[in-house]
């Protein structure tokens, strides 16, 4: 028979030692069901990426390369490692480039600067190595600020201001060679006839001349003469 104290200790140490096998059996529970979670989750991104690239492939083929491009990107996003998502995506990428830059082209030729700066942006931003995009994005700035410069002239011309006028149709030049409109005002100010105390003066003459002017500021003097 049991002494009455090591009986209680044998019960002890049974005890422990189901309370153990509950803590690992409630453990065990625990892992397998954030294994089943896990799974589902890994499913679901798969469906969900899978679904993705179907939607890029039917808009691609549809025309909507921007929108194949957003497609695409999600998939990858949900499947980083999948190899054949990312081929797409660059191959996306790169045929929205192009229809972005031949856009930029056509602004271009309605002498819409800013939009064509746009589309330019965006085709670089779909492919950083179309330096061809870069390069245009430079020029039409180029454009922009050599019209600006054209319409700056005109502007003076009006106002009289023909030597600032004569400087900013130079500028519109520099910027654009191009720039028939500003070539065509810069000629108009060097044939220009202007009238001084009642005679009409031609800028072409080769003859000496005489100018007197009278209550008349050294400012007004350099002005009519520029």
């Known amino acids: 028979m049991l002494n009455p104290l090591n009986q209680g200790y044998c019960q ?3 005890g422990d030692r189901m ?3 509950s803590k690992l059996k409630i453990q065990s529970s625990k892992f397998k ?5 896990a799974f589902c ?9 899978d679904r993705a690239f179907k939607e890029g492939v039917a808009t691609a083929a549809n025309g909507d390369v921007d929108a194949a491009v957003l497609h695409y990107q999600k998939a990858l996003s949900l499947e980083p490692g999948n190899l054949t998502y990312r081929v797409e995506l660059e191959k996306a990428k790169t045929l929205a480039a ?3 830059f031949a856009k930029g082209d056509d602004y271009i030729k309605e002498n819409k600067y800013d939009a064509a700066e746009i589309e330019y942006q965006i085709a670089l931003l779909m492919d950083q190595t179309f330096r061809k995009a870069e390069h245009a994005a430079i020029q039409v700035r180029k454009l922009r600020d050599s019209d600006g410069y054209y319409k700056k ?3 003076l011309v009006e106002t009289k201001k023909t030597g600032e006028a004569r400087a900013a149709f130079k500028r519109a030049i520099s910027l654009n060679p191009k ?3 500003a070539k065509e005002a810069l000629e108009k100010l060097k044939e220009v006839k202007t009238k ?3 005679f009409e003066l031609s800028l072409k003459s080769t003859k000496p001349i005489t100018l007197k002017f009278k209550d008349t500021s050294i400012k007004e003097v350099f002005e009519i003469i520029s």
């Open 41 to 49: 989750l890994m499913l679901f991104a798969g469906c969900a990426a």
């Open 153 to 155: 002239g005109i502007g």
């Open 196 to 198: 001084l105390d009642g």
């Open 12 to 14: 002890g140490v049974e």
């Open 33 to 37: 069901s954030m294994a089943v979670v």
């Open 19 to 21: 309370n153990q096998g």
């Open 98 to 100: 192009r229809n972005h």
């Open 179 to 181: 720039n028939e409109a």
